[in-house]
């Protein structure tokens, strides 16, 4: 298969690609974005002691890790209009992506927050903190450190998910090779082309998670 | 209104589940007065401490700390916080602030005072532990002994009327408790209102007006230091003595 491999086909669609990328990239972006909001507000309503936020808090995150992310696509790209929302094909997607990846940073985050031991509650409790002061000045602060890693483990799963974009032919890198892939008949080309540019994406990412933590162990070292 | 002491236990009952760990207790601390608490492992001193400044809430009986009923909706929990310091046997220090952020963080935020103001204090209060060239070390940087030390001052800071110490030499390395003990000590001489969960006979015996011996919940005898160790009442004071001065 190899042999007739064709590399003049590839720099022949590299614009294609090339935007296909770009595309990826800020809708990723904008969804992780999206998915942090998302993540922090489930993560409130989920450490409330009350039910009331708390139960439907649970019920989403689980919904939405029970379920594959192309069927929660698919909801979205045919029921938001039935709803009367008419929007882009790229709009639905960064919501779906936002809403997905939402509910595993929520628990990423609730992880963080549980992970600051017990003490470190008690002792701003008894200094006389308020449960807003103690969260803001010593818990957030601690868990932001040991969540940071865990994130960017998830923005790597969401640019690799939004490949399921191309199924509502959104212009991503993905629907870039499968144009190519069908246009001459050469899946090869097309979608090992894409896997070279997620590996791109994925090592920059990467970087950025062994630059933060290097940024994070030198200021302020726990033992 | 009778008169009553700076922290005064007035049959006070608490339990875990099934398990009486307070058993009607009453006791009163004078302003000023230092207090040893011991007892066995379980008997109750840490969770007796801990109920003063609501760590842990009690069931039933009274509860007054400088004139508030802890637990009382019309006691403001927070502000009586604020004069009450808590030395934990596990340190508690913030990793992520210095030694000098850890002694001003709560009077900067809680007693809101101006940053510079709190800095000076702190610097101060770090010194007289003990620590002046520790003011930017972080706590992993530091000794269990110093990191003591720096909680103490992270108390001082508040400019407590109280302080309770919640076992504040066991998780120390022998060589280490006497600096904590020296801090205390001089805190005491200062006239600060102490209560003590310890084991530190020696720490008891010069600053101490009074040592309360628990077991099982309930507070069995209660006596000065002299009286307590030189003659023990109770059988199981006496075990307990011959146990912990065994070595």
């Given amino acids: 298969m190899l042999e007739n491999f064709s590399f003049r086909t590839i720099v022949e669609y590299l614009p294609l690609f090339g935007q296909g990328l770009v595309t990826t ?3 990723s972006a904008l969804s992780f974005v999206g998915a942090l909001i998302v993540g922090i507000v489930l993560c409130a309503m989920n450490l409330q002691r009350g039910w009331l936020f708390r139960a439907p808090a649970k019920a989403y995150i689980d919904a939405v890790r029970a379920t594959p992310l192309l069927a929660q696509l698919y909801f979205l790209y045919f029921g938001l209009p039935r709803l009367g929302f008419v929007l882009p094909e790229l709009v639905v997607g960064i919501i779906a992506l936002s809403l997905n990846s939402g509910a595993y940073i929520a628990e990423i985050i609730r992880a963080g927050i549980l992970s600051i031991p017990r003490g470190q509650v008690e002792a701003s409790v008894a200094s006389g903190m308020t449960y807003v002061q103690r969260m803001r000045l010593v818990v957030l602060p601690q868990a932001f450190k040991v969540t940071i890693p865990p994130l960017l483990g998830q923005a790597i799963v969401l640019v690799k998910d939004s490949a399921l974009l191309s199924l509502i032919s959104v212009a991503e890198l993905t629907r870039a090779g499968q144009l190519l892939a069908s246009d001459r008949f050469m899946p090869a080309e097309g979608f090992l082309t894409i896997a070279a540019f997620y590996l791109l994406l994925y090592y920059c990412i990467k970087g950025l998670a062994v630059l933060s933590s290097r940024w994070l162990g030198t200021a302020g070292a726990r033992a | 209104m009778t008169k009553t002491g700076m922290i005064d236990f007035r049959g006070v009952n608490k339990w875990f589940g099934a398990l009486n760990v307070l058993k009607d207790i009453t006791l009163s601390v004078e302003p000023r007065e230092v207090v040893v608490v011991c007892g066995p492992s379980g008997s109750g001193k840490s969770t007796l401490i801990r109920c003063v400044n609501g760590l842990e809430t009690i069931k039933d009986g009274n509860l007054i700390v400088d004139g508030q009923r802890v637990g009382d909706p019309a006691t403001n929990m927070t502000s009586l916080r604020t004069e009450i310091g808590f030395v934990f046997q596990s340190f508690n220090l913030y990793p992520h602030k210095t030694a000098l952020e850890n002694v001003t963080l709560a009077p900067i935020h809680v007693r809101k005072i101006p940053r510079a103001e709190a800095e000076k204090a702190g610097r101060e209060l770090l010194a007289k532990v003990g620590l002046a060239d520790k003011v930017n070390a972080y706590p992993a940087q530091l000794s269990g002994g110093q990191q003591q030390r720096v909680a103490i ?6 400019r407590p009327k109280i302080m309770l110490f919640d076992e504040p030499t066991s ?3 022998p060589e280490m408790i006497s600096e904590v003990l020296d801090v205390m000590v001089a805190v005491a001489e200062e006239g600060m209102t102490m209560m003590v969960v310890t084991h ?11 040592v309360v011996f628990m ?7 209660s ?25």
């Fill in chain 2, 223 to 247: 006596g000065t230091p002299d009286e307590f160790f030189s003659h023990p009442r109770t059988d199981r004071s006496r075990a307990f003595l011959s146990k912990i001065l065994r070595h």
């Fill in chain 1, 25 to 27: 990239v800020w809708l």
């Fill in chain 2, 153 to 158: 001052a992270r108390c001082l800071g508040m």
């Fill in chain 2, 200 to 210: 530190e006979m020696g720490f008891a015996r010069k600053v101490a007006q009074r």
């Fill in chain 2, 171 to 173: 998780a120390l390395d």
């Fill in chain 2, 215 to 221: 077991d099982a919940g309930a507070i069995v005898e």
